[in-house]
């Protein structure tokens, strides 16, 4: 396994368009994340799942952004009607919770998606 | 909400020379966890060095090290005998004690001089 993997990695569209990514975790990893990043800053929690359940949900999450993980491997994650401040990477990241300490406090992170809306 | 504030958004260090990153944290928690991740220019993340917050001891990775001062909520990185290799974002990030999102700070970028 070489880690998180995202797909497209630069994605450009038109303002209106819908866009879709994708997020393939480390296998054994139960736990995904996303997050989106804006140049020159950290980045910010979109939501994550455990397992296919989707437990937490950003307020940066509008009703045009949609998760998915179901069968608890892949996501997705679906912009509709793209606008111009979606511009922005947008990173996944995977994670094996397991005992306090050590390794399973690490998130791997995937190279990102750059999405450009003209 | 848990905010880290990383107030140097560029630095720069001679090769072989010492750097110290800041940041800082506010949190009402009492366990938590901290990191330090390195982003290289259109590379992905990775992890530096992290801390457990019921660990006094600070947390040490060959050449990184951390000054964690937890009433101060204060986790600084040191980089000893910076190499041209470290230039990248250094991202601080807190994650509470329940496995859940993280909080980043706002980066600082690293210039390594020859």
């Known amino acids: 396994d070489t880690g998180v993997s995202q797909n497209p990695r630069h994605k450009i569209t038109k303002r209106g368009q819908n866009v879709t990514f994708r997020c393939d975790p480390i296998?054994?990893?139960?736990?995904l994340y996303w997050y989106r990043q804006t140049l020159g800053q950290g980045p910010e929690f979109l939501t994550y799942f455990q397992n296919e359940a989707q437990l937490e949900k950003s307020r940066l999450l509008s009703d045009r952004f949609s998760a998915e993980r179901p069968k608890g491997s892949f996501s997705t994650l679906e912009i509709q009607r793209t606008e111009q401040g979606d511009s922005a990477m947008y990173l996944c990241?995977?994670?094996?919770?397991?005992?306090?300490?050590?390794?399973?406090?690490?998130?791997?992170f995937g190279p990102g998606t750059r999405l450009t809306v003209l | 909400a848990q905010t880290v504030t990383q107030s140097q958004p560029e630095m720069s260090v001679q090769e072989a020379e010492t750097v110290t990153l800041s940041c800082t944290y506010d949190?009402?928690?009492?366990?938590?966890?901290l990191f330090w991740y390195k982003q290289p220019p259109s590379r992905q993340m990775i992890l530096v060095i992290r801390q457990e917050a019921y660990k006094q001891q600070n947390a040490t990775e060959n050449r990184f090290s951390v000054n964690f001062q937890k009433a101060a909520k204060s986790f600084s990185l040191k980089i000893s005998d910076s190499q041209l290799g470290d230039a990248a974002m250094y991202f601080c990030?807190?994650?509470?004690?329940?496995?859940?999102?993280?909080?980043f700070g706002s980066g600082t970028k690293l210039n390594v001089k020859p």
């Open positions: 949190t009402s928690e009492s366990d938590y966890y």
């Open positions: 990241a995977s994670s094996f919770p397991g005992l306090a300490g050590g390794p399973y406090n690490e998130q791997f």
């Open positions: 990030a807190y994650r509470g004690g329940n496995f859940n999102k993280f909080y």
């Open positions: 296998s054994e990893h139960n736990r």
